[in-house]
């Protein structure tokens, strides 16, 4: 190589513009014997030592002032293992040639990478402490085809990007490097000089730790130990079982009162999980944990999509939390946002220049509701990490499944657009095809890798299908958020009682399509902020009214069919909006008893009554578990339904939405018969009138409601009822 070449190569080397640093870094055969070289700024005196005998074989010449030195081994002409002797200010320190290792990517991980269906592409992506060769160290790999050069910079380099350039793998655009020394908690990023000749620091797309805002680096630390789902975890995910969950914003469910600051995650083990026990739920769900630089944001853009945050302590401090939460009984759902993400410029925005994971054209890669970006579903690189990532929550900490939020921002192209601010598909048409294929594809891989696991359709449009299988049509959700019959409960109960008669058909209506998918009744977060008020807030009349309202309001949607959500609050009737950045007005249950422990004993209740009896959960989604009773009584507002179990036993629920007190009220049932109160939301125990049937209800052979046996008992007013058939 003459002087000429070895001066441009180097001048590339040191500006970054040398793609292929192996390919003249390391030790090389070369025409003038066994040449090494090597890249190493600051250093005064290197030596070329045989790692088997310890034995100095050359000393290397400095051929550059920038850090280059090189030099040939004497007597020796087939390569061996070696290690570089280097003095940096007086102080001689032995270390590994990175250029010394070979390819990382093994040939089936390179060609499923490629391919868009490696199962567990963190296994290969990444950051990974690794021994190879006898040598400690962290083998580093990062998706960016289109850079010109980049490095892996960090702790172990001093951040210079001259020190670690990588390996281009061309034939699926990833670059790696085995980094000797790069050792566990060390935080790093990827220097890329991007396509336009840029220089950009990015974190690592699948780091499994990163700092916290305003910070960003990520971190080195070795992925998770798998763990098991047990079949008890699996049963209670089941359509069949009851599913009660407790909604929650890690960072301000509680506080600490002296300085207003988050509760730790071992903490919240101690303090929520027994809570949520205590309470009656069978499931947490917790608002995104994904690292995320922006605190308004609750997590929904995340920048750290294999990261828990670290705003509440360690990942391994996350994953005894969910350990606790299991230890109690309590399955945990994640909130997962693979819709979109921020454009912080140290994440995944132009990664390499291009938009590498968005779309290039603002129609289709841009949220114009949430200022985000969106995911080019269709590019097998993206719609893989997405994927991989969904798995690597469940096999990697216990989740037991995925809310998927914002599904109908996916499925549509025109969401939330006017005319000619979208691009429609290949077909002219306005569904996301390659996001319905994303979606579609990560429920099959997680219905056969991760059985028992679930995950849970935000989606708020009638899209055909989303908890029905892919097979059918459908997007492979096991549940869907039922937003409509929200809206109309809701619309509902903030009216003033006098004029309920008029909009009796929002009560009634969710039944006509209760079985076209599998639902969750949601009363969530998003209820109880930008202005909507709390739930309490919602509901008309004084301040007795309001309580009696959203007591009734309670009964009947945990009478209703489908599985329950409640955020955090909603269970002790929080009269203020939620605010994120303080805690939940604990205070309200404190000093005298009030209308507020009455709430809370009532959602306490309604819990344990729920999960105690078949028929109030076995058919949720079988038109055999559900039957009206009394479904047309307009003038008074008044409801009847039986709810069924697979065995035949009855559970009726009878709600009154007016203030008046209902005397002999009758309603055909089903057969002869005695019925027993099993919880009544007008208890004084609730706080309520304390008005009822002492205890139980029997029929009469009196027809009524086109039924030969009927019954005629007292209707408290705003009051759900729940009476149980003896047997």
């Known amino acids: 190589m003459s002087e000429l070449t070895d001066r441009r190569l180097i001048n590339e080397l040191i500006s970054g513009h040398y793609a292929d640093p192996f390919s003249f870094l390391g030790m090389h055969q070369t025409e003038s014997g066994l040449e090494v070289r090597a890249m190493l700024p600051d250093a005064t005196e290197v030596w070329v030592i045989e790692t088997n005998t310890g034995r100095k074989c050359a000393q290397l010449e400095c051929l550059d002032s920038r850090g280059f030195f090189h030099g040939v081994v004497p007597r020796r002409k087939n390569p061996f293992r070696y290690q570089l002797a280097v003095t940096w200010h007086g102080q001689q320190n032995l270390i590994d040639d990175a250029y010394r290792f070979g390819p990382l990517l093994a040939e089936m991980d390179s060609w499923l990478l490629a391919e868009g269906t490696h199962l567990r592409p963190y296994e290969t992506m990444g950051a990974h402490a690794d021994v190879i060769d006898g040598v400690i160290g962290t083998r580093f790999s990062v998706w960016a085809p289109n850079a010109q ?45 991007d396509l336009h000749g840029q220089l950009r620091l990015k974190a690592d797309p699948y780091a499994f730790e990163a700092q916290m805002r305003p910070d960003s680096a990520s971190m080195i630390c070795g992925i998770p130990p798998k763990t098991e789902m047990p079949e008890a975890r699996r049963r209670a995910n089941d359509f069949d079982q009851p599913i009660s969950i407790y909604e929650v914003h890690l960072g301000s469910w509680r506080r600490h009162t002296d300085n207003n600051f988050w509760l730790s995650y071992k903490e919240l083990a101690e303090q929520l999980v027994p809570y949520a026990k205590e309470m009656g739920f069978t499931h947490l769900e917790l608002m995104p944990i994904n690292e995320h630089p922006f605190d308004g944001s609750w997590g929904y853009q995340p920048t750290g999509m294999y990261a828990p945050t670290r705003r509440f302590g360690t990942r391994d401090d996350f994953r005894n939390f969910v350990a606790a939460a299991h230890e109690a009984g309590l399955n945990v759902l994640l909130d997962w946002v693979p819709g979109h993400f921020p454009s912080d410029d140290f994440a995944l925005a132009k990664f390499d220049g291009t938009e590498l994971y968005e779309h290039g054209d603002p129609r289709e890669g841009y949220h114009q509701d949430w200022n985000t970006l969106i995911y080019n579903f269709g590019r097998r690189e993206v719609s893989n990490y997405l994927a991989g990532n969904a798995l690597y929550w469940i096999e990697r900490f216990g989740i037991d499944g995925l809310r998927v939020d914002a599904v109908a921002s996916m499925i549509y192209r025109d969401y939330s657009r006017a005319e000619g601010e979208w691009v429609p598909n290949h077909l002219g048409g306005r569904e996301n095809l390659e996001a319905i294929a994303f979606l579609r594809y990560t429920n099959r891989t997680l219905g056969s890798a991760a059985p028992g ?50 909009h009796h058909n929002n009560l009634t209506f969710g039944m006509l399509y209760n079985s076209t998918e599998n639902f969750v009744l949601p009363l969530s977060h998003d209820e109880v902020v930008h202005g909507k008020k709390s739930i309490l807030d919602r509901m008309p009349g004084d ?183 003896e047997a």
């Open 543 to 725: 301040a007795w009214q309001k309580f009696a309202n959203l007591r009734a309001y309670y009964g009947w949607m945990f009478g209703f069919p489908g599985k329950k959500l409640l955020f955090m609050g909603n269970e002790f009737a929080q009269g203020k909006e939620w605010n994120h950045d303080v805690s939940l007005d604990w205070h309200l249950l404190e000093g005298h008893d009030n209308w507020h422990n009455g709430v809370q004993r009532l959602v306490r209740d309604l819990n344990h009554t729920y999960r105690a009896h078949p028929a109030l959960y076995q058919l949720d989604f079988d038109p055999m578990g559900f039957e009206w009773l009394v479904v047309d009584d307009f003038e008074n507002s008044v409801f009847v339904f039986v709810r069924r179990d697979r065995e035949g036993n009855e559970l009726m629920v009878v709600s009154n939405f007016t203030p008046v007190t209902r005397e002999n009220y009758r309603f055909g049932v089903t057969g002869a018969g005695s019925w027993r109160e099993v919880l009544n939301t007008d208890s004084s125990h609730y706080h309520g009138s304390n008005a009822g049937n002492q205890g139980a209800i029997h029929s009469d052979p009196q027809p009524s409601h086109n039924r030969e046996h009927s019954v005629s008992m007292t209707l408290p007013p705003l009051s759900t009822v729940w009476l149980a058939r």
């Open 149 to 193: 050069r980049v490095s892996v910079v960090g702790d172990f380099n001093f951040w210079d990007g001259r020190r670690h350039p990588m390996r281009f793998r061309q034939e699926i655009g990833v670059w790696e490097l085995f980094v000797p020394g790069a050792i566990h908690g060390q935080l790093y990023k990827f220097e890329i000089i």
């Open 453 to 502: 696991s679930v995950t849970v359709a935000e989606e708020s449009t009638d899209f055909p299908g989303v908890s029905r299988p892919p097979e059918m049509g459908g997007l492979g959700f096991w549940y869907k958020w039922n937003l409509g019959w929200m809206h109309d409960t809701l619309d509902y109960m903030k009216l003033d009682p006098v004029h309920r008669k008029h």
